[in-house]
């Protein structure tokens, strides 16, 4: 059984930073790239930031490029989120997610991650 426990969320101010991380467990964490989304009140869940299984590339939407940056640690089975320069617009529940297919690119779409974590609260205040 595949698991996914996000956590580092609160509630910081506009230009402050956050760190959000996951820890995975139930499937070999190293050959699946792992996603970032984020899913506002009233809006659909859009993709955040991926990366590839081995950690070599990421990808980013445009709304985060050059403020969050994914990494991970396959050694501990954890995938982080570095989140600076937060935007009120940047509140939302933030979600991880395992590729469903190994060993490829990491996808941009949110359709292409199939177990989920259940979510962290980021909030910025102005």
């Known amino acids: 059984q595949v698991q996914l426990v996000e956590s580092g969320g609160g509630l910081v101010q506009a230009g402050g930073s956050l760190r959000l991380s996951c820890v995975a467990s139930?499937?070999?964490?190293?050959?699946?790239?792992m996603g970032w989304s984020r899913q506002a009140p009233g809006k659909e869940r859009e993709f955040v930031a991926a990366?590839?299984?081995?950690?070599?590339?990421?990808v980013q939407a445009d709304s985060v490029k050059g403020r969050f940056t994914i990494s991970r640690d396959n050694a501990k089975n954890t995938v982080y989120l570095q989140m600076n320069s937060l935007k009120p617009k940047d509140t939302a529940v933030y979600y991880c997610?395992?590729?469903?297919?190994?060993?490829?690119?990491?996808?941009?779409?949110?359709?292409?991650?199939?177990?989920w974590g259940q979510g962290t609260q980021v909030t910025v205040s102005s």
């Open positions: 997610a395992t590729d469903r297919s190994w060993l490829r690119e990491p996808p941009n779409l949110t359709k292409e991650y199939d177990y």
């Open positions: 139930g499937r070999t964490f190293s050959r699946y790239a």
């Open positions: 990366i590839s299984w081995s950690g070599g590339s990421t």
